[in-house]
């Protein structure tokens, strides 16, 4: 029956198969297809999603292994009828995902085929394209694997649920079984998950906005999701759905689904509700699981829709104590300081964030993320677009010990034994209103040609006049804007940068680095970050990545484990001498109120310009915590929200982190080392060499007078407390602050460019803000550091 190779041919011709051997093996392989392709039409079943796509609990531990909360199944699926779903929420979804949803066999072949061939490149499939399509899917949750077979298996389901199923039923099935995000499977769940109505009462902008979030509430849910992505922000994630809701209506008017006059209605976002109406996840223990979440997620092991359906075990960091002592220091400053009734235009909007890092794994031990996770929305512990101020300060030490100044003469561009690595002894002028300079010695000057002046908290010059040299130590121990902005010029600010992220700080949290304020803290990294760079110290210069879970496990045994990861970001040498300066500043500088008695401390104060952010971080050898504290709108329906000032919030008459911050870091801390055995940093090694050498300074103010300073009244323009410098609104009575061929002159009457604390010069780019939104420019100075400057912090 089979002549091949072929007997009556000879040569090439004898392994040519006949057109009849060629005819016979494709009709022999197209009937075995359809063969095939008939046998599993008639094995697969229509899937029953009420029996299939359930939610389980996820159980969340503390570090000690007790239970936390079990949550995540909680909403579970709600299912109703077709009539309860309204007809807008139907043609929305069909208007936007499969307008020949009625007409159409229930597959699309383009939308298959570019599922394998991604699959084959070892994608994601990208899932059904028909409603039909994503209900099948939706319905085998049992089995969401990656696969060629599982692929082929939902075709086949989606053929036969096509056939045999009415229309009207498949939509209703799929939108019952959809995930809209905040754990809620299904229309009637996701309804009160984000309106607190039933289904069958939604609008059509409602139902346009429900049908954004299918495709995928991370990026298109208004409460953000930053834990998971910084760029799902609240406003970014505000702007996509209302995008995607207004294209919704638009195409729903298009396909005559829904009358112009109606659609006209509907042009802003519904108003939407908090994202935890769960009371067993109120307090702080939200927070801590949306911390953990995020971090599950980010492993890769497990997917977020995953996640959602539960049946995980997941063991995190916290240590209930210290999360309930760290709320309770927090609460206890609250209550004594904070009164909104008595100071309406001071004391409302304020809040605290905080996080406390294990220098020796990462491991995040306790968070502050707000007064109640089910009634304020963002984890303050996380990226608030809070500026640090001059908590920044030590990395500008840091990467002048690392990498040293640079050599005048030596070019912009210079290796490493070009530079003068310095010691914490060199000499650099604390003088107000100073005229700042390029490494070189040339007056620095923004792409409008107009000069930076440094201005220092107080506007008070720091050191014996006239040239107010004072070592580096004391600019540290007093927080001196001037001193650390020309130290970051010196070294070169990308050098800075280079060393804030080897600590340990988000690239992506670095703002304004091509201005001399960026030394000074007008970068917003979270409490989170800054606890754990600060940790690299702690560790003689070994960083670690903060993280909040150390296991996961399902009914299959252990999806993850976190292994600790050290590299060495700076030597011994230069960390341990970073800390001997931190510890000058807790023993006799702005951080006096942080000292723990019998325990070395070391740690920085700071404050921001306009007074719109203070903060304290600060470690011993066992534990690094940082604790932040500003004012801020917490209210969604507000456009346009900033940060706003702290002058007279607590009846003080400037909030800087040597006063709440540091009081909150204390109490916490005290309490948190409890039972803990005091240990000692290791003794630095000499380093570096003393540049800008003069005779020694005279002495310079006490702790107490330079408290003072900080604590000066409002100017017209406000600048930050530690080493931040602010624009300053109103010529100087000499030199103004950009003005060009200005010889220096006396500096009293002078409106200088940044006050002692630093932290919101010439930023060129607005960071987010606790519910996403970036900062006015009068906090951080010019967006293009045309005009604007450096504003001080209060140290």
């Known amino acids: 029956m089979i002549d091949y190779p072929r007997c009556d041919r000879d040569g090439w011709r004898r392994w040519m198969p006949s057109w009849k051997l060629v005819s016979g093996l494709c009709i022999g392989f197209f009937g075995t297809m359809v063969a095939a392709a008939g046998i599993a039409y008639a094995m697969v079943g229509v899937p029953v999603v009420a029996e299939t796509a359930t939610a389980q609990n996820n159980v969340y531990y503390w570090a000690d292994g007790s239970q936390m909360v079990a949550t995540g199944g909680e909403r579970n699926r709600q299912s109703v009828n077709l009539a309860q779903i309204p007809l ?19 597959i699309d072949p383009k939308g298959i085929a570019r599922a394998v061939f991604n699959m084959a490149k070892g994608g994601d499939t990208q899932g059904g394209s028909t409603i039909t399509q994503q209900y099948v899917k939706n319905a085998m949750l049992n089995d969401q694997s990656q696969t060629i077979s599982r692929k082929v298996k939902e075709i086949f389901v989606s053929i036969k649920v096509g056939a045999e199923e009415p229309k009207d039923k498949i939509l209703e099935g799929y939108l019952n079984s959809a995930y809209y995000g905040r754990g809620a499977y299904g229309i009637q769940a996701a309804a009160r998950a984000y309106f607190n109505v039933d289904a069958v009462d939604l609008n059509p902008g409602q139902c346009a906005f429900l049908s954004a979030m299918l495709k ?16 799902a922000t609240p406003e970014a994630n505000s702007e996509r759905a209302h995008r995607q809701m207004q294209d919704t209506l638009d195409k729903m008017v298009e396909y005559e689904h829904l009358s112009q006059e109606d659609r006209a209605k509907y042009t802003e976002l519904p108003k939407v509700e908090n994202p935890r109406s769960n009371s067993q996840l109120g307090g702080q223990i939200g927070y801590l699981v949306d911390l953990a979440k995020a971090s599950v997620i980010k492993t890769g092991k497990v997917t977020q829709k995953q996640l959602e359906q539960g049946g995980y075990s997941i063991t995190t960091t916290f240590e209930k104590k210290k999360v309930e002592e760290l709320e309770a220091a927090v609460k206890k400053v609250y209550k004594k300081n904070i009164d909104p009734e008595k100071r309406p235009e001071t004391d409302t909007h304020v809040q605290f964030g905080g996080a406390s890092v294990d220098p020796q794994t990462g491991a995040i031990k306790a968070i502050y993320g707000g007064q109640d996770a089910t009634k304020h929305f963002t984890n303050n512990a996380d990226v608030t677009g809070a500026q640090v101020g001059s908590t920044f300060k030590p990395f500008v030490l840091a990467a002048a010990m690392k990498w040293g100044v640079r050599d005048p003469e030596g070019g912009e561009i210079q290796p490493q034994d070009e530079r003068t690595v310095i010691s914490p002894k060199s000499l650099y002028s604390g003088k107000n209103n100073l005229k700042i300079n390029n490494y070189d010695g040339t007056i620095w000057e923004n792409e409008e040609g107009k000069q930076w002046r440094q201005e220092n908290d107080g506007k008070e010059s720091i050191g014996d006049p006239p040239d107010y040299k004072i070592d580096l130590r004391e600019a540290m121990r007093l927080s001196v804007n001037s001193a650390f902005v020309q130290l970051g010029m010196d070294v070169g600010l990308d050098q800075v940068k280079e060393a804030a992220v080897d600590a340990g700080l988000l690239e992506g949290s670095l703002a304004g680095s091509g201005y001399p304020s960026f030394s000074i803290g007008v970068s917003d990294p979270s409490a989170i970050r800054m606890a754990g760079s600060y940790a690299t110290f ?93 004012r801020y709108p917490d209210d969604e329906t507000i456009k346009n ?35 803990t055995k005091p240990e000692k940093f290791p003794k630095p090694e000499p380093i570096g060499e003393v540049i800008n050498d003069t005779p020694p300074p005279s002495p310079s103010p006490s702790p107490s007078e330079t408290e003072k300073e900080e604590e000066t009244s409002p100017s017209p323009s406000p600048s930050p407390s530690e080493s931040e410098t602010s624009p300053s609104p109103s010529p100087s ?42 900062e006015e420019d009068d906090s951080r100075g010019n967006q293009n550091g045309g005009s604007g400057f450096i504003a001080g912090q209060d140290g």
């Open 733 to 774: 009575n000499t030199c103004g602050v950009f003005e060009l061929n200005c010889e220096d002159g006396d500096n009293s009457g002078t409106e200088n460019a940044g006050n002692e604390n630093g932290g919101s010069g010439s930023s060129p780019s607005a960071s987010p803000s606790p519910s996403g939104t970036g």
């Open 641 to 675: 929200r900033t940060f706003l000032e702290m002058y007279g919030t607590g009846g003080e008459k400037k909030i800087h982190g040597a006063s709440f911050p540091s009081i909150i870091w204390q109490d916490y801390m005290e309490d948190a080392l409890k039972g």
């Open 538 to 630: 702690a560790e003689s210069g070994k960083q670690r990545e903060p993280y909040s879970v150390t296991k996961v496990t399902n009914k299959d045994g252990t999806v993850y484990t976190h292994t600790v990861k050290t590299k060495q970001a700076f030597t011994a040498k230069v960390a341990d001498n970073v800390t001997d300066v931190l510890k000058t500043v807790v023993e006799d500088g702005t951080g006096t109120n942080a000292q723990l008695p019998g325990r070395e401390v070391a740690g920085k104060t700071g404050t921001t310009d306009g007074n719109r952010s203070a903060w304290f971080v600060g470690y011993t050898p066992q534990l690094s915590t940082a604790v932040s504290m500003f």
């Open 216 to 231: 995928g509430a991370t990026y298109y849910d208004p409460a953000g999701a930053t834990s998971i992505d910084p760029a």
């Open 88 to 106: 807008a929420m139907r043609n929305a979804v069909i208007s936007q995902e499969n307008k020949t949803f009625y007409s159409d066999s229930g």
